[in-house]
């Protein structure tokens, strides 16, 4: 099944302690971003991807690293995670970029930072 | 900058009503746009788009029109059902720099009661 795979669904971390979010998708898509989606803001894009190993910032890159060194997986790091951090976070992929082919997202992952 | 405004909602509705969800856009040149569907606990999927002007997009039996003279790219179906209760955003691409970039609107809450 062609799908984008999110891991973890659910995670609730401390402030300061590191973590990342993986991402990977399988249909050999060379365009994958990072969003977060928070009420009242929407949707916004945090780092995107165009393939391997080229990476750009979002619109909210800042406490946020990404890394693209295969097609596959697109990893989400929150070196130094802050509250304001909590969020629903996705990712999402697309063949060769969303204006045309539209995304396909993945389930999400909702991350609290206490 | 392009940007796209949604009705607010949320929308509620008794199953086989007329929907209209409204979406109007600001955008230089002349965008692509989207309709994507979130239903609960899940990502955002794709539901139709419309490249050009006076194009219309359609699928579950959802239409919308892309209106040039009015910038706008309203979400309508005849009928709805209780399944269709979820989150609809409204999306254009924007032209602006190398980012095949999506432009989201807020979202707007459809609930559909039996």
């Known amino acids: 099944e062609a799908q984008v795979t999110q891991n973890p669904r659910y995670l609730i971390t401390v402030t300061g302690k590191k973590l990342t979010v993986t991402c990977s998708q399988n249909m050999n898509h060379e365009y994958m971003s990072w969003y977060r989606q928070d009420p009242g803001l929407g949707l916004r894009q945090i780092y995107y991807?165009?393939?391997?190993?080229?990476?750009d910032k979002g619109d909210v890159p800042e406490g946020y690293k990404v890394s693209r060194k295969e097609k596959r997986n697109f990893p989400l790091i929150l070196e130094s995670p802050s509250p304001n951090q909590t969020s629903l976070y996705f990712c999402a992929s697309s063949l060769r970029g969303p204006n045309i082919y539209g995304y396909t997202f993945g389930s999400g992952t909702r991350l609290t930072v206490v | 900058g392009d940007s796209v405004t949604q009705m607010e909602g949320p929308v509620t509705l008794s199953e086989e009503a007329f929907l209209t969800i409204n979406c109007t856009y600001t955008?230089?040149?002349?965008?692509?746009l989207f309709w994507y569907v979130q239903y609960p606990g899940e990502g955002l999927q794709l539901l139709l788009k419309a490249t050009k002007a006076d194009d219309k997009g359609s699928n579950k039996g959802f239409e919308a029109t892309y209106r040039k003279e009015t910038t706008s790219f309203h979400l309508e179906k005849g009928s709805v059902q209780v399944s269709d209760s979820a989150v609809y955003f409204c999306?254009?691409?924007?032209?602006?720099?190398?980012?095949?970039?999506?432009?989201w609107g807020l979202g707007t809450s459809l609930a559909v009661n039996p």
């Open positions: 991807s165009m393939n391997v190993e080229v990476t």
């Open positions: 955008a230089t040149g002349y965008p692509s």
């Open positions: 999306a254009l691409h924007s032209n602006a720099g190398n980012n095949r970039k999506l432009i």
